[in-house]
């Protein structure tokens, strides 16, 4: 029997169109920079989800996140399939990092993405995202 795994990523955006990433501090992925986000708790919607992880990541409120982009694909686990929902839009507040799932964030702008060590793929789902915001 194959297992969906929902997962949610926030592309979070400054006034600047700079993107907000984390430095990964455990499991796949560690010390690279990603997109904030998670996997759902109990029946919450794919929104509450992002809005919950983002808060619990950054201390961040991210406000009226935006649908953009789901994509489902084969997960390096044998019988895990991912669906990915990708939500882009602001977030206010300070910054209160959850040292347990974040070491570091920080903006960056889209030229910085080619020098940056990114995992989970999220370069080129940055690369997309900006690409159609042109």
């Given at each position: 029997m194959t297992m969906v795994r929902l997962v949610m990523r926030a592309i979070i955006l400054n006034d600047?169109?700079?993107?907000?990433l984390g430095k990964r501090a455990r499991g796949t992925g560690?010390?690279?920079?990603?997109?904030i986000g998670g996997k759902p708790?109990?029946?919450?919607?794919i929104e509450?989800?992002?809005i919950r992880e983002v808060k619990e990541e950054t201390g961040l409120k991210f406000t009226n996140p935006i649908l953009w982009k789901e994509e489902?694909?084969?997960?390096?686990?044998?019988?895990?399939?991912w669906k990915v929902s990708y939500f882009y839009g602001?977030?206010?507040g300070n910054v209160k990092l959850n040292r347990n799932e974040i070491s570091e964030v920080r903006y960056f702008s889209l030229k910085d993405l080619d020098n940056l060590n990114i995992g989970l793929t999220h370069?080129?789902?940055?690369?997309?995202f900006f690409s159609q915001r042109r």
């Open positions: 600047r169109g700079q993107v907000l560690v010390n690279q920079w990603a997109l708790d109990g029946n919450e919607t509450q989800t992002i489902e694909g084969d997960s390096a686990t044998p019988g895990e399939f602001k977030a206010i370069d080129k789902v940055l690369q997309e």
